[in-house]
């Protein structure tokens, strides 16, 4: 089982940064890819990041490409979402969640996969 608890969200102007934080519990935590996906009102839930098991293999959604990067840090059981650049539209309640598909390379870009998910944290860019 993994718990993930997401933090770090705020209110920015616009072209401005973030980082959110997700910290998990559970033992296999550092097995398991992990990805961000983000839901603004009247929206579907969509992905915006993912980083693999080890950290070496990253995907993003285009609409973040170069403005967003995804890390993660087994040690502390945690992973990273750096925001820069921040855009009105990228307003929305962000998810952290984990695929428990162990060492799996490959990330999953769909919400499909991911079984365990946080409670979310808000992101509000100002114009």
């Known amino acids: 089982q993994v718990q993930l608890v997401e933090s770090g969200g705020g209110l920015v102007q616009a072209?401005?940064?973030?980082?959110?934080?997700?910290?998990?519990?559970?033992r296999t935590f550092n097995n398991y890819p992990m990805g961000?996906?983000?839901?603004?009102p009247g929206k579907e839930r969509e992905f915006v990041a993912g980083v693999s098991w080890s950290g070496g293999s990253t995907d993003y959604a285009d609409s973040v490409k170069g403005r967003f990067t995804i890390t993660r840090v087994n040690a502390k059981n945690t992973v990273y979402l750096q925001m820069n650049s921040l855009k009105p539209e990228?307003?929305?309640?962000?998810?952290?969640a984990a695929d428990p598909r162990p060492y799996r390379?490959?990330?999953a870009i769909?919400?499909?996969?991911?079984?365990?998910w946080g409670q979310g944290t808000q992101v509000t860019v100002s114009s």
Request: overall charge positive.
């Open 110 to 116: 769909t919400s499909i996969p991911y079984k365990y």
């Open 105 to 107: 390379l490959v990330v």
């Open 90 to 96: 990228d307003t929305a309640v962000y998810y952290c």
């Open 15 to 26: 072209g401005g940064s973030l980082r959110l934080s997700c910290a998990a519990s559970g």
């Open 36 to 40: 961000w996906f983000r839901q603004a």
